[in-house]
């Protein structure tokens, strides 16, 4: 062999050699890439599994075992300051409502229900209850007890209405409260357009009074009030000597009594409140005032005489419904409330606590909690509660209700006279006929539903 073929050779042995470490060189490197990749891959889908799916779904069915259906209700009413005693009053026959529904093991729609109530304090005040409002909505509460005073329930009426959700106020009894055309207010009280010229009737054909002083406290209840009866008063043949406002906050009035005084009145009527109607009483006396004092239902409270005192006697005030004693379910109603709260009624309880059950009726007429869907049913309302038969007219008001006359004797109200609306017959204010105007099957604990009746307050009210 020569030289140069034996270069050459060796040159193409190196070569060879080199090619073959490289070509290992690169297998390797492919078979750690394509492992790594392979590892990355199987790490990047450990996500739940596309066929686990339908165990999730399943899971997230109802079962025949589950539990009652939780469903809120809600309340509104002022919890604290100067009125919480009537609001505190009208939740607690509200939660009286919810337990005895809930000892029924009520169903809707075949499904087991379990009534909560979802209490909020409006204070009494128009602006909280329209945050109030808002805050039962957020809740997720089906419907609502509420709230007490007619410049709550206004405000409030709009937020409830544009969320679908009805409103059954106990005791607003302002007119406007349902002529705002929302399909959603409805009222278990007579208004002030049939309060106002009860009173009035009463003042001018029973008291035979012929001049009369008007005070009202600047809200929507109290100046709705002391309107409705200054027109009935005025075209009866009235004198209205004065026309007088204060709030529902103060407490001193003898500026405006010492005014009215020298107009010598027959009467005063005054469209307030009870924190303010009893100074005022206390007030008339001390200034040796010989009219008498006539109020709405805002002062037909225990709490007035507490707060007017021995000069208490002789006022007088209406107050939608029947005597309590004298209501179908009443007495079984007072015993129940006071051993369940140590406490007698104050006001609205029975009507809070009849709300309750309304919604309930018409939740299982409609076979569903939803209130889109039992809403329609709350109008065609026909039931008989505590308080008698309630049924809505087509703006949510009560059809027939009655009205009494209650006078303060010996330290207590006494009924005077009963007024039924709409031809309703009248029922005896004497408390010797209670047991007529109770029956002894009257429900209260559970009313229940009528067969066929067609008997179908800023600020209070």
Request: glycine share 10%.
């Amino acid at each position: 062999m020569q030289p140069a073929t034996l270069d050459t050779s060796l040159s193409l042995i190196r070569a060879s050699r080199r090619w073959n470490a490289l070509t290992f060189h690169h297998a390797r490197m492919a078979a750690v890439i394509a492992a790594t990749a392979l590892a990355l891959t199987g790490c990047g889908k450990e996500e739940p599994k596309p066929a686990e799916a339908p165990k999730a779904e399943a899971a997230a069915a109802p079962k025949k075992d589950e539990g009652p259906l939780t469903v809120k209700i809600g309340l509104a009413a002022p919890l604290t300051g100067s009125q919480a005693h009537i609001g505190q009053d009208i939740k607690a026959g509200g939660q009286l409502g919810v337990d005895d529904l809930n000892a029924q093991n009520p169903e809707v729609g075949g499904r087991k229900i379990k009534f909560e109530l979802v209490a909020e304090d409006d204070e009494a005040d128009p602006t909280k209850a329209a945050n109030v409002a808002q805050k039962l909505v957020d809740a997720k509460v089906v419907a609502v007890v509420g709230h007490f005073n007619s410049g709550a329930s206004i405000p409030a009426s709009k937020v409830y209405s544009d969320a679908g959700i009805p409103q059954i106020s106990p005791s607003s009894t302002n007119p406007k409260y349902t002529q705002q055309g929302f399909k959603t207010t409805f009222r278990v009280v007579a208004n002030d357009d049939q309060q106002g010229p009860v009173n009035a009737r009463y003042a001018l054909e029973e008291l035979k009074a012929k001049k009369i002083a008007v005070i009202d406290d600047s809200t929507a209840y109290g100046q709705g009030l002391a309107d409705a009866f200054t027109k009935t008063a005025k075209d009866g043949g009235a004198e209205i000597v004065a026309s007088e406002h204060t709030t529902d906050k103060d407490t001193d009035f003898k500026s405006i009594l010492t005014k009215i005084k020298s107009k010598k009145p027959d009467l005063i009527f005054f469209g307030g409140i009870d924190p303010q109607a009893g100074p005022m009483k206390k007030q008339m006396k001390e200034l040796a005032i010989t009219a008498k004092l006539m109020g709405g239902d805002g002062i037909q409270t225990p709490n007035f005489i507490k707060l007017a005192g021995d000069a208490a006697d002789g006022t007088l005030a209406s107050m939608p419904g029947l005597p309590k004693d004298q209501m179908p379910g009443g007495k079984a109603f007072l015993e129940k409330f006071k051993a369940k709260t140590g406490k007698d009624v104050e006001l609205f309880a029975p009507m809070g606590y009849d709300a309750v059950f309304v919604f309930y009726e018409a939740m299982k007429r409609a076979g569903s909690t939803d209130p889109a869907k039992f809403l329609p049913e709350v109008g065609k309302t026909s039931y008989t509660g505590v308080i008698g038969p309630i049924a809505f007219d087509d703006k949510g008001d009560l059809k027939n209700g009655p009205l009494t006359i209650y006078t303060v004797k010996g330290g207590a109200w006494e009924p005077l006279k009963v007024s039924a609306m709409g031809g309703a017959a009248p029922a005896a204010p004497a408390a010797a006929d209670a047991k007529a105007a109770a029956p002894a099957a009257a429900p209260a604990a559970a009313p229940t539903a009528a067969p066929a009746a067609d008997a179908k307050k800023d600020d209070k009210k």
